[in-house]
């Protein structure tokens, strides 16, 4: 049973093309994140909800817009494509309310995204 | 800013060799430093979180160890299953952005 799962896991499309990504966590926490892993293998994060409400927003380009439905769901949906966007897109989730006590993160299996 | 440098970027151990991969960072206060654990085409994988200087875990071969300047994961006698990337990271009192390593990327060889 998958804790924190992704689709799709690949996801080959053409420069200036839209789509989505979406995480779903069974776990019960109230934070999700979106991360980004480049071929360095950096993981950066790129957002952070709390129960549906956005409290980490890295600089990333307006083009990514995370949007979460209800506190399970974190998607991430990316405008016009760019080469510079291929990468690997990790989600996460914690339990505890960032503001309280250091969290342990739970990762999804990844999403690699390639734009041609 | 908060930073965090791992070394080495690679390292390749025989099996039973035992090593440690070392995590320097730079926080504005420390709220959390964390290790997980990569394998090739998947998510990290938590092992510890460590939160003061002068704590240790240990889970199996491995141990984490914590000063106020740096981490170690010591790996004791590995095995070929021991093989993955090993990513630390830190979370700092200011703001809640958890801040990751490069990683080590360990090959143990039979």
């Known amino acids: 049973d998958t804790a924190v799962s992704q689709t799709p896991k690949y996801l080959v499309t053409q420069m200036g093309n839209d789509k989505s990504i979406k995480c779903e966590q069974n776990?019960?926490?109230?934070?999700m994140y979106w991360y980004k892993q480049d071929s360095k293998k950096f993981l950066k994060i790129m957002f952070s909800?709390?129960?549906?409400?956005?409290?980490i927003n890295e600089t990333v380009p307006n083009r990514f817009s995370p949007k979460s439905p209800d506190k399970a769901h974190l998607n991430l949906h990316i405008n016009s494509l760019e080469l510079g966007d291929s990468a690997v897109y990790f989600c996460?989730?914690?339990?505890?309310?960032?503001?309280?006590?250091?969290?342990?993160?739970?990762f999804g299996p990844g999403t690699r995204l390639l734009v041609l | 800013e908060d930073q965090v440098t791992q070394s080495p970027e690679a390292l390749r151990l025989q099996e039973g060799e035992s090593s440690s991969l070392n995590c320097s960072y730079t926080?504005?206060?420390?709220?959390?430093l964390f290790w997980y654990r990569q394998d090739p085409g998947k998510g990290p994988e938590f092992l510890f979180t460590?939160?003061?200087a002068g704590e240790e875990k240990e889970k199996e071969r491995l141990k984490a160890t914590l000063t106020k300047k740096e981490s170690f994961l010591h790996i004791t006698a590995p095995k070929p299953e021991d093989s993955a990337t090993y990513l630390c990271?830190?979370?700092?009192?200011?703001?809640?952005?958890?801040?990751f390593g490069a990683g080590t990327r360990l090959f143990v060889k039979a």
């Open positions: 996460a989730s914690s339990q505890e309310a960032l503001a309280i006590i250091q969290e342990t993160q739970y």
């Open positions: 776990l019960g926490h109230d934070t």
């Open positions: 909800y709390n129960n549906k409400e956005l409290i």
């Open positions: 926080v504005s206060g420390l709220r959390g």
């Open positions: 460590l939160y003061s």
């Open positions: 990271a830190v979370q700092g009192l200011q703001g809640f952005k958890t801040i």
